[in-house]
């Protein structure tokens, strides 16, 4: 990580800025004016805010899982045709093992992925084995669909609505409990036959927003790129977003990268500070 923050602030007016918000993006005529605010070097809240804006010629919405919701946010300034990204929701479980029939495992497995009749068709990679840094086994992600209701934290066009409702909802969701064990169970002995379970665990739960809904095939690492309303590709104004980037995400970042700097980002960057305040 060192390495690769010098070569950013070695570079031609680079710099790592930590401890900062975005608070809006509007669009410009060549560009974008990205309006942040930094709390101080270590993120104290007692730190006070220093605001910024920059020009930036390009923006690439890298934010993760939350790039739909910043991109459906500032749509209608990239197109008034532009169409929100749905988001779909799943819950995905892990569960430890301590028990028989995994002795002789020294690496990751993973299944192949159900096609058939209710199956996930793959929309997950399916119920697989990891080992963590600790060397213990645990079984998952599981896919269970789930849907909030209205007004429940962010809506399917990537809006949000502030309610502690919402956050019970999100919270209640993301506590890890046994009811998911007998299926989890059933799909790890289709290809670990010797487990036992009561030997599987509630581990931990994470929420997985898709892009797609069920059954409708894998929709990840998606690349787009859009212009800012009256712009083109000879005028500038590109916004790259990375959609659903899912796991492997974080391991083959390096090298998506490289792929959006290559072939991705206009030949010529800029970025200018508007004011500073």
Request: charged share 20%.
């Amino acid at each position: 990580m060192e390495s690769l923050e010098r070569d950013v602030t070695e570079s031609e007016n680079g710099s790592v800025v930590c401890a900062t918000t975005v608070n809006r993006v509007d669009a410009a005529e060549d560009g974008w004016v990205v309006q942040m605010k930094t709390t101080g070097s270590h993120g104290s809240e007692e730190s006070e805010a220093e605001a910024d804006a920059v020009m930036a010629r390009t923006v690439i919405n890298a934010t993760g899982l939350s790039a739909p919701f910043i991109l459906n946010s500032i749509g209608k300034t990239l197109s008034p045709s532009f169409s929100p990204i749905n988001i779909w929701y799943a819950r995905g479980s892990y569960a430890s093992y301590h028990g028989p029939g995994v002795s002789n495992v020294k690496h990751l497995i993973y299944p192949v992925p159900e096609t058939g009749k209710n199956k996930h068709s793959f929309t997950s990679l399916g119920t697989h084995l990891t080992i963590d840094l600790g060397g213990n086994i645990k079984f998952g992600p599981d896919i269970e669909w789930i849907e909030p209701p209205a007004g429940e934290g962010w809506k399917v066009d990537g809006s949000l609505v502030y309610d502690e409702r919402a956050m019970d909802y999100w919270m209640d969701h993301l506590i890890a409990s046994s009811k998911q064990i007998p299926s989890m169970y059933q799909s790890v002995r289709s290809y670990l036959p010797g487990i036992k379970e009561e030997g599987l665990q509630p581990d931990y739960v994470g929420i997985r927003p898709k892009l797609g809904p069920p059954n409708t095939g894998f929709q990840d690492f998606v690349f787009r790129k859009d212009y800012a309303a009256g712009g083109d590709k000879k005028t500038g104004g590109p916004m790259i977003s990375l959609l659903g980037i899912e796991s492997p995400g974080l391991t083959s970042s390096l090298a998506i990268g490289e792929y959006v700097e290559r072939h991705l980002v206009d030949s010529v960057l800029s970025i200018t500070p508007v004011n500073n305040r």
